[in-house]
Every structure is written in C-alpha cells, then in structure tokens.
C-alpha cells in the first residue's frame, strides 16, 4: 500500500512538472506562456496603438466624455442671435430632450494658476497643491486651458482676499483674473443625453458659437 502511495505521489509530481514546464501544451493543458512567441500571438491589433501627445490626448477624449449616455450637458450662455439657429436645429429633437432657458449671468473671478505648457505640468501643480492641503476645481474657461482654479468669487475683491490667504500658506503663482463676464441669453440644457441623440450631438457642435458642452453642475 506504501508503494502504491509512493509511486502515485510521484506521477502526480511528474505530470505538475510537465504542465509548469509547458510540455502538455499542445493538448491545451499548461499555464499561460509569457514569453515569445506565444504574447505576441495574445495581443490584438497592436499595430492599431497609437500614443498621442498630451494635448492631443485631451482633445481625443472630449466626444467620449460628451458622449455618455444619461449624462446632463450644458452650454452657454448664447445671445439671442446665436440662439435662434440653435432653436431651430433643436426642433426636430423630443421636446423633454433640451431646454433654452433664459439666463442672467453674474461675472465670476477665480484665483488662477497657469496657463502651463502641457498637462504633466497641471498634474505636477496638482500634486504640489494636495501636499499643503490646498484644493483646486475645474475650469470652466476653455482660453484658461491648461491651468487650475482655486476657487471662484462673485467679484473681483473677494478673489483678491483669497489670494491673499493662499499666500500666506505658501503659493506663489497664483494671481486673480476674470472668468467669465457678466452676461445675459439662453443657456442651452440637455438634461438626460439618450442613445437616440447622440448621433446629433455633431449636428449642433457648428451652432454653439464656439462654445463647449459641459457636464452639468
């Protein structure tokens, strides 16, 4: 009985070898080999990969972020000009699907750092920023691009006090600048972004008068 556990141990010791060896390949028992040829038999389409530059990158993922399904985006505000084209365009689309809604907007002032040459400069700043505790927000200002807001203020003294906060705790690029005017129109909502229209989303891009669709907030 002893001979017979011997010997089965040693089958069994055997037949592990061969498997981690890959010697039982070629009847489909083994391990996943990582090394050639077979890695390269595992990739698919390597030759579609394409590395782009930073900003490149950036522009690349915007219909993606746009694109998301169930997603509330905004635009705006238009002048009245601008927003009659949209309107028109807009009347083939479910009635629920958008809304122009009329809107008085308030200037806004941000303590600003940037514009920085690319985005692995952004992410440094960022990283810097964390370590004294110091929290940032996206801009809203595409010509601000690549840069970081610190914090927005209905007026331009307010943001001159936050600055003056900030650099007593250590930052010393930052300045204030303006993000946006005051302005008045319509603001453009499509609050729930369907399968269906997403496809339009191309059609509307000439009549935004050079504005961008954003995630609401």
């Given at each position: 009985m002893l001979r017979l556990a011997v010997l089965l141990l040693l089958l069994a010791n055997g037949v592990y070898y061969a498997w981690g060896e890959g010697l039982l390949l070629p009847w489909g028992w083994g391990p996943s080999p990582e090394t050639e040829?077979?890695?390269?038999?595992?990739?698919?389409?390597?030759?579609?990969?394409?590395?782009?530059?930073?900003?490149?990158?950036?522009?690349?993922?915007?219909?993606?972020?746009?694109?998301?399904?169930?997603?509330?985006?905004?635009?705006?505000?238009?002048?009245?000009?601008?927003?009659?084209?949209?309107?028109?365009?807009?009347?083939s689309w479910p009635p629920a699907a958008w809304t122009l809604e009329p809107v008085d907007q308030p200037a806004r002032w941000i303590v600003y750092m940037g514009k920085y040459p690319t985005a692995a400069e952004v992410d440094r700043k960022k990283g810097e920023l964390r370590q004294i505790g110091i929290g940032f927000e996206p801009l809203a200002n595409a010509d601000l691009e690549p840069g970081l807001?610190?914090?927005?203020?209905?007026?331009?003294?307010?943001?001159?006090?936050?600055?003056?906060?900030?650099?007593?705790?250590?930052?010393?690029?930052?300045?204030?600048?303006?993000?946006?005017?005051?302005?008045?129109?319509?603001?453009?909502?499509?609050?729930?972004?369907?399968?269906?229209?997403?496809?339009?989303?191309?059609?509307?891009?000439?009549?935004?008068?050079?504005?961008?669709?954003?995630?609401?907030?």
């Open positions: 040829p077979w890695r390269l038999q595992q990739q698919i389409r390597p030759d579609a990969v394409k590395v782009l530059p930073a900003e490149e990158a950036r522009r690349e993922d915007v219909p993606v972020t746009v694109a998301r399904t169930g997603e509330c985006l905004q635009a705006g505000p238009f002048a009245d000009p601008a927003a009659e084209p949209l309107r028109k365009a807009l009347a807001s610190l914090g927005g203020h209905p007026t331009q003294q307010a943001a001159d006090q936050q600055l003056d906060k900030l650099l007593a705790r250590g930052v010393r690029t930052a300045r204030v600048v303006q993000e946006r005017p005051e302005a008045r129109g319509h603001r453009l909502v499509l609050p729930a972004l369907t399968d269906a229209l997403r496809p339009k989303l191309e059609e509307l891009r000439p009549l935004l008068d050079g504005k961008t669709l954003r995630p609401c907030r």
